[in-house]
């Protein structure tokens, strides 16, 4: 026969009629292991989706910048060149 305590949680009849107080405590801890987990497993930090190794993506991301910069240089041209 279980009843509801008002400050201690469940208590419960023992065999020999005895109560005993089974404690109701919250679940903080589980909750915050849990968060810890979810945040751990998604931030992908270091984790990239290609299929690169280190000197292909250091090539792919030099060529990148050169087109960059060399669509950066064209466009000062025009303008400079329209100004005058």
Same mark, same amino acid.
């Given at each position: 026969?279980? %009843?509801?305590? +008002?400050? =201690?949680? #469940?208590? /419960?009849?023992?065999?020999?009629? *005895? =109560? #005993?107080? +089974?404690?109701?405590? $919250?679940?903080? %801890?589980? =909750?915050?292991? *849990?968060? *810890? *987990?979810?945040?751990? $497993?998604? /931030?992908?930090?270091?984790v990239r989706k290609d299929d690169m190794t280190h000197a292909q993506r250091k090539e792919h991301d030099k060529k990148m910048l050169q087109e960059k910069q060399a669509a950066k240089a064209a466009k000062m041209a025009a303008e400079a060149a329209g100004k005058k």
């Open positions: 026969m279980a %009843r509801e305590s +008002l400050f =201690l949680g #469940t208590t /419960s009849e023992c065999c020999t009629g *005895a =109560l #005993t107080v +089974l404690y109701k405590g $919250g679940n903080q %801890r589980e =909750l915050a292991r *849990a968060k *810890a *987990a979810k945040k751990a $497993g998604d /931030s992908g930090k270091g």
